[in-house]
């Protein structure tokens, strides 16, 4: 069975640090594409980033881009997001999200963790 | 990056067929992927590429393009069917996902 467990969400002060954890379990992680999605209180999904298989290719959204960094260890079965700078407008629920394969540039999120709740606020 | 536009929202008789849209120039490219997420709970997908269904996705749920329109339909809609629905694709660039802005869908 396919699991994606996020952690490392709480109360943050603006200007400051957090790191996120996907702990992704039941599939060979190492073979697929990952993604993080984030959802203010209230507001629709938005998609933050994303990492290739090997870690190759890294993208952001403009909204978080200098402030946030992917990355991932496929020996630990792990994807990371390290956000600093933190704002206020970054206060979401944060998803980690697979990316399907063998479906050329029109991939779905096929699974989705349940999601880690950051709050920035002082 | 390219925008893809929903309407906030859409009711349905139950047993009734509904239309979810989805607009953007980047569909004219990409299909759209669909997500169902319900209050307190992650999103889950319901269709994906030209019409292509999960496992476990109902088929009363169906998806369809048409130049720069995705369109998610069910056909008979049930009271768990209600739901926020979200498309997303490729931006135009094909290198940052977009997802629109969500529909509320109430079944009546």
């Known amino acids: 069975e396919v699991q994606l467990v996020e952690s490392g969400g709480g109360l943050v002060k603006p200007g400051g640090s957090l790191r996120l954890s996907c702990a992704a379990s039941g599939f060979t992680f190492s073979s697929y594409s990952m993604n993080w999605v984030r959802q203010a209180p209230g507001k629709g999904l938005e998609w933050v980033s994303s990492i290739s298989s090997s870690s190759s290719y890294i993208y952001y959204a403009d909204s978080v881009k200098g402030r946030f960094t992917i990355s991932r260890d496929n020996a630990k079965n792990s994807l990371y997001l390290q956000m600093n700078s933190l704002r206020a407008e970054d206060t979401a629920v944060y998803y980690c999200?697979?990316?399907?394969?063998?479906?050329?540039?029109?991939?779905?999120?096929?699974?989705w963790g349940q999601g880690t709740l950051v709050t920035v606020s002082s | 990056s390219s925008e893809l536009t929903q309407d906030p929202a859409v009711s349905v008789a139950l047993g009734q067929t509904v239309r979810i849209t989805c607009q953007g120039d980047?569909?004219?490219?990409?299909?759209a992927s669909w997500y169902q997420q319900k209050p307190g709970q992650a999103p889950v997908l319901v269709i994906y590429g030209k019409n292509n269904r999960p496992s476990g996705i109902p088929d009363r749920f169906s998806g369809s393009s048409s130049g720069n329109t995705a369109s998610l339909t069910i056909t008979g809609a049930q009271a768990e069917d209600e739901a926020d629905y979200y498309c997303n694709s490729r931006d135009s660039s094909g290198n940052l996902v977009v997802f629109g802005g969500g529909t509320k869908l109430t079944v009546l």
């Open positions: 980047s569909l004219r490219s990409y299909y």
């Open positions: 999200a697979r990316e399907s394969t063998n479906c050329g540039g029109d991939c779905p999120f096929d699974y």
